[in-house]
């Protein structure tokens, strides 16, 4: 008997009905903003008084938009993110011409997916622009659908190229610098019941080129500042599992997930999350989201060190902490609602709050409205 779960029967509808030679057609469209809004301290920053951590206060608004595309066996599935960053850490660089007071960046992410019976295949493609700031990636991903669609595995890679320009501590500029990351991930899914879903996955991340954030700085003995050093390439490796268990009687799910991750800097991280979904009529659900995660630090970080000390970071991301992140989301599934014109459209909005042991806090509100054609 085949067990689908709501989500795999949706997949499976869609692979269909990308194969039968469907003229090329606009296939949902979807608008979101966030607005993003942290708070606290770091002494990676120089947004403060000579000998305490500067701020990192940071504000960014975030307008989305998203596109899905059916031409035949092909989708094509495209976002555009603009960025508008208001940054207290920026803004220490350019005290006397203001230019980091606002910055604006866009990311262009497409997906175009071959569907091939129980294969699909993808390329991933696109680029981010900012101000100091050029990036371009490429990639591709095979998944394939197993034991009448209740199981699926997945094998996706991805290269980014960064190219920036090289702007220190006190605001000067050098040579344009670059960056290379290169990912390879691996995923499987499986259906146990008609209730129960677990999936695994484990990503592999090289990193080379200049890896440091330029403008970060280090306090130095004797009340000096000098810049980041990283100690070469980074090999990230993350393994994670999860969960998943829909109650039909209450009509409600749950989903608990566990996530290691360790490198060769001397970071491993720890991430525990549970979530439940709990529907409150057939169109509109709640869900709410509590997230832990602690880290060890890098091997390099400190508060201060000698002029010559190297490699060393003192950037609060890289600093040992533990972290709570709590999460509430309200989801209108406008189709199902008694509002006739609202049916072929989503709505949604969430907040999210997240606080972290080393002075950072971060709150954020996101408002969503989704059109299917």
Do not use: C
Request: net charge negative; hydrophobic share 40%; no cysteine.
């Amino acid at each position: 008997m085949r067990k689908l779960t709501v989500a795999a029967a949706l997949l499976a509808a869609r692979s269909a009905a990308a194969q039968v030679g469907t003229p090329t057609s606009i296939d949902g469209f979807e608008l979101r903003t966030a607005l993003f809004e942290q708070t606290g301290h770091g002494w990676q920053s120089r947004a403060g008084d000579p000998g305490q951590p500067g701020s990192e206060r940071t504000v960014i608004w975030e307008p989305m938009f998203h596109l899905g595309v059916a031409d035949g066996e092909w989708t094509h599935d495209a976002t555009l993110v603009v960025d508008i960053v208001s940054a207290a850490s920026p803004d220490a660089l350019d005290a006397i011409s203001t230019a980091s007071a606002v910055n604006e960046a866009a990311t262009l992410d497409v997906t175009s997916t071959y569907h091939a019976g129980d294969d699909r295949f993808s390329v991933r493609y696109g680029a981010h622009v900012e101000e100091p700031f050029r990036s371009i990636f490429l990639g591709g991903g095979w998944a394939r659908d197993l034991a009448e669609k209740n199981a699926t595995i997945a094998i996706t890679g991805l290269v980014i190229g960064d190219f920036f320009d090289d702007i220190d501590f006190d605001g000067r500029r050098h040579d344009s610098d670059t960056r290379a990351t290169m990912t390879l991930n691996a995923s499987a899914s499986q259906i146990l019941s008609p209730t129960t879903l677990v999936d695994a996955s484990y990503g592999l991340t090289y990193q080379r080129g200049t890896l440091e954030t330029t403008w970060n700085s280090v306090p130095l003995a004797g009340g000096e500042r000098g810049g980041e050093i990283f100690p070469g390439p980074r090999l990230r490796h993350a393994l994670a599992a999860r969960i998943s268990q829909h109650i039909p009687e209450t009509h409600s799910t749950l989903k608990a997930s566990y996530r290691f991750y360790i490198d060769n800097y001397g970071l491993d991280a720890h991430t525990v999350e549970v979530a439940a979904y709990q529907y409150l009529v057939p169109w509109l659900y709640l869900r709410g989201t509590y997230r832990y995660y602690v880290q060890s630090g890098v091997d390099f970080y400190g508060e201060m060190f000698l002029f010559d000390a190297r490699p060393r970071t003192s950037d609060s991301d890289l600093a040992p902490f533990h972290a709570h992140e709590l999460g509430a989301k309200l989801v209108m599934l406008a189709e199902q609602s008694p509002i006739e014109f609202l049916r072929r459209s989503t709505i949604d909005a969430s907040f999210f709050h997240y606080q972290r042991s080393n002075d950072l806090t971060v709150s954020m509100f996101v408002l969503s409205f989704g059109m299917r054609f």
